[in-house]
């Protein structure tokens, strides 16, 4: 197959389309396939064996859009398949003009990502569908057309799908496709604990640290989790306020900011953890549970979207209801107090996500995408 891949972002981006994307094409190139990547960068991205061809962030929003359009229309003539992990408008009219099939991935909504970024929701993901008004019915409907435009609708989770198939679009075109997972070779996990500095109960938590992953929960348990340090991965628009808000609350001796990390060091972050914190109001997938779980740790979340269909309570981790500071920090105090709990926890971690592996996953979206083309 010749196969046009559209991802909004792409290494050294962090996120989950920035490692499905990459990871799927070297598979799907690997496998004999004819791979070509439309993206947008800040910089040339890194050669591949494949063509990467991408467009700059720095043209102004319209004239980025129209260029991205463009290229996927010209690319999509010379592929059999446009497989799209983001970028859904442009991937959708890119595609119909190359007259090529579309294969769509959603991570989110997109009506809810473009709505917050227009400055015209402040509320949180599950609150978002009961929300009127004009300009976000518009995005609603335009979101609804992109997503029935496509051959086929990826999703990481049948939380997700459920919603997608809400849009109108036919169940039957709607797929699970979980993200896949496998740690790298990593050292002994005192060695890391040494190296990273972590002594006493730690807790990891890592992402792009953003008002969906809920800080001021995490923070607050924290405060009463007498004993426990908690590390944070990852930067955004949220850190400033969580750093104010960890000085607030007298916690500077016992959260620790350490920036944005490559995926490889938050695999070691997590392997060194006892375990993983998750706060978020909300979760498509929660890729960063399974990452955790993959190297062994277990995760202490809200029960959230697709996290609940990852984390099992009481069986490689522990869930509680969102919002929830008190809730949360009895979870960690229980953990932390229970040496028979966590060896159970961490004994079933790695074997719980071993379906995530990339040869699993990435060999149902070839499946997929030759599917397409078959009718």
Known sequence: MRILVVSGIWPPDAGGPASHAPEACDFLAARGHRIEVVTTADAPPEPRAYPVRWVSRRLPPGARHARVAALVAGRARAADVVYSVGMEGRSAIGSALGGRPLV?????DPAFERARWRGLTSEPFHRFAGQRGMRIAVLGRIRDLEARRAARVLCPSAWLRDLIVG?????????VLPHAVRPPVLPDREELRARLGFGGPTLVLAGRLVPQKALDVAFRAVERAEGVSLVVAGDGPERE??????????LAGRVRFVGAKSRDEVFELFRAADAALLSSAWESFGLVVAEALAVGTPVISTAVGGVVEVLDDGRNGLLVPPGDPAALAEAIGRFVADDDLRTRLGAAAAESVRQLAPETIYARL?????????G
């Open 104 to 108: 769509q991935r959603f991570a989110s």
């Open 167 to 175: 849009w109108g679009v036919d169940p039957a075109r709607v797929e």
């Open 241 to 250: 306020r969580a750093e104010a808000l960890v000085a607030e609350l007298g």
């Open 366 to 374: 070839e499946a997929i995408l030759a599917g397409v083309l078959s």
